[in-house]
């Protein structure tokens, strides 16, 4: 499974586009890319998943390069709530069940 | 209505004890896991069941015993508990089957060993 790489920590206010971004060099062909979002005292959510170009849901943008040696996980317009710690993972879930969390990002949304 | 639901939520015992966490899924999930997240947050899977069928074991001592009765639940069983031990365990449940990388996780158990 590709090792990722993302920022210990970020800080940004409320009603800024926060960008959070995730370097995975040894990405394979299958490999997806999902972020997960975990809050205090609780176990981690799914957010997004996306192979390559972007992907957008209700909640986040995925900005994936063409090599697809990053990707970057965009949330428009953060409040209070956003603040937790985000989670890059890579990985083909097609051949394996194995899933690798990295240290993630943790995220402080200020007033 | 509760997707992933484990018991305990809180566990405090004495070294030496042996103790279960219970997992339950109600999503049809044919995957599902146990992973240990330590006081630096890191989040390390420890197991993984198909279909009731052990998949991943990540080198965890042996005192460790996942048992799954059935496709819904997947306990945890920690024989001589260790001050190490001390961490909050998150069961997780995935479909299985396809691309999609969703897992849907439980509250947490909080262990912690005396």
């Known amino acids: 499974l590709a090792k990722t790489t993302q920022p210990i920590s970020m800080d940004s206010y409320e009603g800024q586009e926060v960008n959070i971004t995730c370097s995975h060099n040894?990405?394979?062909?299958?490999?997806?890319i999902t972020w997960y979002q975990q809050f205090p005292s609780q176990g981690p959510r799914f957010i997004i998943q996306g192979y390559k170009t972007k992907v957008t849901n209700e909640v986040a943008s995925l900005f994936i390069p063409a090599d697809r040696k990053s990707s970057t996980l965009s949330l428009p317009r953060v409040s209070l709530s956003d603040t937790a710690v985000y989670y890059c993972?890579?990985?083909?879930?097609?051949?394996?069940?194995?899933?690798?969390f990295g240290a993630g990002t943790r995220l402080f949304v200020k007033a | 209505d509760t997707a992933v639901s484990q018991t305990p939520k809180y566990l405090v015992t004495q070294m030496g004890n042996d103790k279960s966490i219970k997992c339950e899924q109600n999503l049809g999930h044919d995957t599902m896991y146990w992973y240990k997240q330590d006081s630096k947050k890191f989040l390390k899977i420890m197991f993984s069941?198909?279909?009731?069928?052990?998949?991943i074991n990540e080198t965890v001592p042996n005192r460790f015993s996942p048992k799954s009765p059935d496709k819904a639940h997947l306990n945890l069983h920690i024989n001589s508990l260790e001050l190490g031990d001390s961490a909050v365990y998150f069961c997780?449940?995935?479909?299985?089957?396809?691309?999609?990388?969703?897992?849907?996780f439980g509250p947490g158990t909080r262990l912690t060993v005396l």
């Open positions: 069941y198909n279909n009731k069928e052990l998949i």
């Open positions: 993972l890579v990985g083909d879930m097609r051949s394996g069940f194995k899933t690798i």
């Open positions: 997780a449940s995935r479909l299985g089957t396809s691309q999609d990388n969703e897992q849907f």
């Open positions: 040894n990405i394979a062909t299958n490999d997806y």
